[in-house]
């Protein structure tokens, strides 16, 4: 079983553009949840799509989005990139009824210049 | 909303000795607790998980305890091996509402052979 898929695995970015990334989930997840792993901030959660409908959201700004496709993958966009949005993004695909577990994939680095 | 707090940052055991990571979350919400070794480069790795219905889970050298009175979940590595070396992360959700993790600060466990 193919585990969570995230493209792509690297980018660098000039302030002031904007980004999208992409996170493919195991193969019958119907979540996908975001999360920002920065070594001053830790993990914090962005978001949470679940039936392509946003569950939950955490404390960011405006500029973070993301969406949700039938088929379970999901996107976030960043506009309007800031040199602290630079960070290791998370994604996690779990069944998503309940206590259930939720596996990462390897993540996208972002740096923004 | 949910706080969850790690200790310690960095743990340097002996290899072959116990290694234990302690987290207290602040939502009496929350029932759901997992924990995550991540490797450099790579993703959290699910490794553990526990439910508030119990008290005690064991997998092979690895154990979590959970005090829901005082809202504290411990993590307990025996017989560590130098792959045990990574950084580790609990986290806490209120599975009913979706899958939100609040992580900890994280642990870097450092086995010595």
């Known amino acids: 079983k193919a585990g969570v898929t995230q493209t792509p695995r690297y980018l660098i970015k000039t302030r002031g553009q904007q980004v999208t990334l992409s996170c493919s989930p195991i193969s019958g997840h119907r979540s996908v949840s975001w999360y920002q792993q920065t070594p001053g901030q830790g993990l914090q959660f962005l978001f949470e799509y679940f039936s392509e409908t946003q569950r939950n959201k955490g404390n960011f700004p405006g500029r973070f989005s993301g969406r949700q496709f039938s088929n379970s993958r999901s996107e976030m966009n960043v506009s309007t990139l800031e040199l602290g949005d630079s960070a290791l993004y998370l994604c996690?695909?779990?069944?998503?009824?309940?206590?259930?577990?939720?596996?990462f994939g390897q993540g996208t680095r972002l740096t923004v210049v | 909303g949910e706080n969850v707090e790690q200790h310690p940052s960095t743990l340097s055991v002996q290899e072959g000795d116990s290694a234990v990571i302690k987290c207290t979350y602040s939502d009496s919400a929350s029932n759901y607790f997992p924990w995550y070794k991540q490797e450099l480069g790579k993703g959290p790795q699910l490794i553990i998980d526990i439910r508030s219905n119990v008290g005690e889970k064991k997998d092979q050298r690895i154990a979590v305890t959970l005090n829901k009175t005082a809202k504290h979940f411990s993590l307990h590595i025996t017989e560590t091996q130098p792959e045990d070396s990574a950084v580790y992360f609990c986290a806490a959700s209120k599975g009913a509402a979706g899958n939100k993790l609040t992580f900890g600060g994280g642990t870097r466990v450092l086995v010595k052979p």
């Open positions: 996690a695909s779990s069944l998503g009824t309940g206590n259930t577990e939720a596996f």
